[in-house]
Nanobody, 120 residues
Framework: QVQLVESGGGLVQPGGSLRLSCAASGSIFSIYDVGWYRQAPGKQRDLVAAVNSIGSTKYADSVKGRFTISRSNAKNTVYLQMNSLTPGDTAIYYC??????????????WGQGTQVTVSS
């Protein structure tokens, strides 16, 4: 049905920046609500940032002011710009998408994740 592929993760020093991408195929991504989640070993998967179909955004308190979520409907891609990274941001980052109720697809869709490691 809908496939999500994350990219852009890697190793970065504290204070550095990364830009994650979530590319979708199989549907019209612009109508989806999309969120970035992260999960560190032994911890739950938490919402980092989200954007809906009209561009409304929300952020976890821990990343507010440092991360920015955006979307390119033309490219069927949602981005997460991460600045001023700290070791606490180290986790696997997952893209999540929810089709609207009127979509031919249903349920929740997850990407495979991309590793972000912040270390000196």
């Amino acid at each position: 049905q809908v496939q999500l592929v994350e990219s852009g993760g890697g190793l970065v020093q504290p204070g550095g920046s990364l830009r994650l991408s979530c590319a979708a195929s199989g549907s019209i991504f612009s109508i989806y609500d999309v969120g970035w989640y992260r999960q560190a070993p032994g911890k739950q998967r938490d919402l980092v940032a989200a954007v809906n179909s009209i561009g409304s955004t929300k952020y976890a308190d821990s990343v507010k002011g440092r991360f920015t979520i955006s979307r390119s409907n033309a490219k069927n891609t949602v981005y997460l710009q991460m600045n001023s990274l700290t070791p606490g941001d180290t986790a696997i980052y997952y893209c999540h998408a929810k089709p609207p109720y009127y979509s031919a697809y249903s349920g929740d869709y997850w990407g495979q994740g991309t590793q972000v490691t912040v270390s000196s």
